[in-house]
C-alpha cells in the first residue's frame, strides 16, 4: 500500500528530527556542504545523486534518513573490506547496523537475515552481487525499507578504474522497488561517470547535488627535484614525525626498497603490493588502520577502500600518470577535514617512464591518445608557476577565483628563468646527433664529456660539444623534463628512450619565440612541526595530556578490535585536550562526542582529563626560557 505524501509540517518536523540525530547520536553541530538538502530529498522520498568529495561527509547523506525515516536503510558498497569497521562504527554511536558479504559464515548471516525480517535493523551494508541474488532480493520484499544508498556508484562505469560489471545491474533496485528512493554518491568527479551513473542507474529524476571538489584542507606540494626519497625523509621529519600516512611507489621492488629504507631510519612502515599474498596484505592494512603513526608504502594496487580519517599525509614518490589519479590517490589524506599534505616528488626518469608506458601497451590508438593527453596534464600541473589548486579545480570544470595560499605556489612563489639559450642548445644537439640518443647521452654531449661512445660516434665534433659546459647535470635535466613536458620534445616510440623533435620547436628554433621555465627549487630548511601534523594548533602545554588521551583511545580500540578513529578522531581530543572538560555536560559539547559515546567512554575520558589539570596561571605566570 503506498504511504501517503507526507504533509509540509510532518516533513519539517522531520528535518527537526535529523539535525537532532546529528547532535545527539553523532555529536556534531551543524550539516555541512548540502548535507541538509540531501537529506531533505530523501526523506521525501525522491531520488538524489551526490558527488562530494572524499570526506565530505557522504555517509551521513543516507545514514541519517535511514534513521528518520521508517524501515532499514540498504547500503549497496563494493567494499567488502571495509564493511566491518563501516558497521562496528555505527554500532559505537548506538545505530543497529549490520552487513552482509561473503566473508561471513552461513550462522551469522541467517542471523543478520532474522534482524531484518523482524525490522531490528537500521542499516544494512550488502556486496553488490549478494542484493542481487533472487534470494536476497526476495528477503528485501518482505521487509520496509527506508532507502537504498548506492555507494562508490563511480563502479558502474566501464571506463573507470572501479568497473564492476553487478553495479550495472543495479538498475534492477528501480523496477522492483519503485516506491523507495534511492541515493548514488560518488567522490569521482568527471561529466562523464556521471552522466553513466544517472544512465546506468535511471536515475534522470534525481535531484543532483554537485559539490566542490576542493579539499581545502590539503596542502598540495610538488617538488621536481627528483631526488625523492631524501627530500621525503626531510619532509616527513619537519613535518610529520608521527603521522600515518601513505607512500606511494610505481613499482613493488620500490615498494620493498622504500618501505625497508624507512623502517631502517626508525619509521614504522609496511608495504603492501599485488605482489604479496592475500593475508599480508590484509595484515598491514589492518595495522594501518588499528595503530597509530604507521606508514604504508604502496603501490596504487593500494587505497580503494581505505577509509582511515586521520591520514596526515600522502607522498608520491612518482609521478601519478593522471590528474584523476593524482586527485584520487591525494584525496586520502585528511579525511577528517583536518590539515593534511599531498606532497610529491618526481624526476625526469618518470616523465620518460610514464611516456614508454603509454606507448608500450597495446590498447587502440584512441585509447592511447586519451592516455597521453592525460599524461600531458598531469605534467602541466607539475610544471605549474600558478596556484596548483586553481589549476586542478579547473580540469574538473570548476572555478576557484583566488590563489588557494595553501600549495606550494602559492606558499613560495617559483622563479621562472629566461631558458631560451640553453633550450635551443638542447634541441639543436637533439638534432643534430640524429635524434636517436636519450636524456643522459645528450647532456655528456652538451657538457662536453670525454666518452667512448661519444667519440665513435664522432660526437665530439660537433658543434653543440660542450656547449653546456656552464649548466649542472640536474640543471640539464630539469630543461630537458620541461622539453618534454611542454611538447618540445617527444620520446620515440620504440622505447629506448630516444628524443625527437616535435613541430612546436620551430618557432622557438628559429629565434621567434623565446622561453621561460620554472627554476628548480633547493632543498629548503622548512620550520619543523608542520601545520599538517596531528598535534598542529594544540598549546605545548595541553600536549601530554593529548598524548595520555590518545593512549587510552588506543588502549579501548584494542580492548574491542576497532581502529582508534572509531572511538574519537585526534579533533574530539585535541578540543578536550584544549578545553578540559571536567563534567558530563561540558564534555558533550566537544565536537564528535555524541550520547552513546559520552555513555561509554564519558567517564574514563574526564578521569584522564582531571589526571592533568591545567596549571593555574599557566599561561600568565611562568616566564619561558628563551
Ligand atoms: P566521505 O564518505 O564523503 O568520504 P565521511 O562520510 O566518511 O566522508 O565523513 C568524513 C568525516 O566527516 C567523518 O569523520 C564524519 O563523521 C565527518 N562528518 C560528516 N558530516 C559532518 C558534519 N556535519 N559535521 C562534522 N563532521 C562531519
Ligand atoms: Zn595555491
Known amino acids: 500500500m503506498p504511504t501517503p505524501e507526507p504533509t509540509a509540517t510532518e516533513q519539517n518536523q522531520a528535518m527537526d528530527q535529523a539535525l537532532t540525530i546529528l547532535r545527539r547520536i553523532y555529536g556534531y553541530d551543524h550539516f555541512r556542504h548540502n548535507q541538509a538538502d540531501i537529506i531533505r530529498t530523501l526523506i521525501e522520498g525522491r531520488d538524489a545523486l551526490t558527488l562530494m568529495p572524499t570526506g565530505g561527509g557522504k555517509s551521513l547523506c543516507y545514514q541519517i534518513p535511514a534513521l528518520v525515516r521508517e524501515g532499514v536503510g540498504v547500503v549497496v558498497s563494493p567494499l567488502i573490506a571495509l564493511m566491518q569497521d563501516q558497521v562496528a562504527a555505527l554500532r559505537q554511536l548506538g545505530i543497529r547496523a549490520a552487513f552482509l558479504n561473503s566473508t561471513l559464515d552461513p550462522a551469522t548471516a541467517r542471523q543478520v537475515e532474522g534482524e531484518l525480517l523482524r525490522g531490528e535493523l537500521d542499516l544494512l551494508y550488502v556486496a553488490p552481487e549478494r542484493l542481487l541474488t533472487d534470494a536476497m532480493l526476495g528477503l528485501l520484499e518482505r521487509c520496509r525499507i527506508a532507502l537504498f544508498a548506492i555507494d562508490e556508484a563511480h563502479c558502474v562505469s566501464q571506463w573507470g578504474h572501479d568497473f564492476r560489471p553487478e553495479y550495472q545491474r543495479l538498475s534492477l533496485l528501480h523496477q522492483r522497488f519503485p516506491a523507495v528512493p534511492r541515493i548514488a554518491l560518488t567522490a569521482t568527479a568527471d561529466r562523464r561517470t556521471r552522466d553513466e551513473i544517472v544512465d546506468q542507474l535511471q536515475l534522470q529524476q534525481a535531484e543532483r547535488f554537485i559539490n566542490s571538489f576542493d579539499r581545502p584542507n590539503i596542502r598540495y606540494l610538488i617538488s621536481d627535484r627528483g631526488n625523492g626519497r631524501d627530500e621525503m625523509w626531510r619532509f616527513l621529519q619537519a613535518e610529520h614525525p608521527g603521522d600515518a600516512g601513505i607512500v606511494y611507489c610505481l613499482s613493488r621492488r620500490r615498494v620493498e626498497e622504500t618501505a625497508a629504507w624507512l623502517s631502517g631510519r626508525g619509521r614504522e612502515a609496511l608495504p603492501y603490493h599485488a605482489g604479496l599474498d592475500a593475508d599480508t596484505r590484509r595484515r598491514h592494512q589492518e595495522r594501518f588502520l588499528r595503530e597509530e603513526g604507521l606508514i604504508i608504502v604502496a603501490t596504487i594496487a593500494f587505497g580503494m577502500g581505505i577509509d582511515k580519517p586521520d591520514v596526515r599525509f600522502v607522498a608520491h614518490l612518482n609521478l601519478p600518470k593522471s590528474i584523476e589519479a593524482y586527485y584520487q590517490e591525494t584525496g586520502r589524506a585528511g579525511r577528517d577535514g583536518e590539515p593534511a599534505d599531498a606532497w610529491m616528488s618526481f624526476g625526469l626518469q618518470d616523465v620518460i617512464t610514464l611516456r614508454q608506458f603509454v606507448e608500450a601497451t597495446d590498447a587502440d590508438e584512441r585509447f592511447k591518445r586519451v592516455a597521453h593527453h592525460k599524461l600531458e596534464a598531469m605534467l602541466g600541473l607539475c610544471d605549474l608557476t600558478g596556484c596548483r589548486r586553481q589549476?586542478?579545480?579547473?580540469?574538473?570544470?570548476?572555478?576557484?577565483?583566488?590563489?588557494?595560499?595553501?600549495?606550494?605556489?602559492?606558499?613560495?612563489?617559483?622563479?621562472?628563468?629566461?631558458?631560451?639559450?640553453?633550450?635551443?642548445?638542447?634541441?639543436?644537439?637533439?638534432?643534430?646527433?640524429?635524434?636517436?640518443?636519450?636524456?643522459?647521452?645528450?647532456?655528456?654531449?652538451?657538457?662536453?664529456?670525454?666518452?667512448?661512445?661519444?667519440?665513435?660516434?664522432?660526437?665530439?665534433?660537433?658543434?653543440?660539444?660542450?656547449?653546456?659546459?656552464?649548466?649542472?647535470?640536474?640543471?640539464?635535466?630539469?630543461?630537458?623534463?620541461?622539453?618534454?613536458?611542454?611538447?618540445?620534445?617527444?620520446i620515440d616510440h620504440e622505447g629506448h628512450g630516444?628524443?625527437?623533435?616535435?613541430?612546436?620547436?620551430?618557432?622557438?628554433?628559429?629565434?621567434?619565440?623565446?622561453?621561460?621555465?620554472?627554476?628548480?627549487?633547493?632543498?629548503?630548511?622548512?620550520?619543523?612541526?608542520?601545520r599538517a601534523s596531528a598535534v598542529a594548533g594544540l598549546d605545548e602545554a595541553d600536549r601530554p595530556l593529548f598524548e595520555a588521551l590518545r593512549r587510552l583511545r588506543l588502549e579501548l580500540a584494542r580492548e574491542q578490535g576497532v581502529p582508534p578513529y572509531v572511538i574519537f578522531h585526534d579533533r574530539t581530543l585535541r578540543e578536550m585536550a584544549g578545553h578540559r572538560p571536567a563534567s558530563r555536560a561540558e564534555l558533550e559539547t566537544i565536537n564528535g562526542v555524541g550520547a552513546s559515546k559520552l555513555e561509554r567512554y564519558g567517564d574514563r575520558f574526564l578521569a584522564a582529563i582531571r589526571e592533568f589539570p591545567a596549571a593555574p596561571g599557566a599561561t600568565a605566570a611562568t616566564p619561558l626560557s628563551p
Open 498 to 530: 630516444a628524443l625527437r623533435l616535435t613541430d612546436r620547436c620551430r618557432p622557438l628554433l628559429r629565434g621567434e619565440e623565446t622561453l621561460r621555465l620554472r627554476r628548480q627549487r633547493r632543498p629548503e630548511k622548512r620550520p619543523a612541526a608542520g
Open 391 to 490: 589549476a586542478l579545480l579547473a580540469y574538473f570544470g570548476e572555478t576557484l577565483e583566488q590563489p588557494c595560499g595553501n600549495c606550494d605556489n602559492c606558499l613560495h612563489p617559483p622563479a621562472t628563468w629566461d631558458a631560451t639559450e640553453p633550450a635551443r642548445m638542447a634541441l639543436s644537439c637533439v638534432y643534430r646527433t640524429g635524434q636517436r640518443f636519450g636524456v643522459n647521452y645528450l647532456i655528456d654531449v652538451l657538457k662536453g664529456k670525454q666518452d667512448e661512445r661519444i667519440q665513435r660516434n664522432r660526437h665530439h665534433r660537433l658543434s653543440t660539444f660542450g656547449i653546456g659546459a656552464a649548466l649542472s647535470g640536474p640543471d640539464w635535466r630539469g630543461i630537458f623534463r620541461q622539453l618534454i613536458s611542454l611538447g618540445y620534445l617527444d
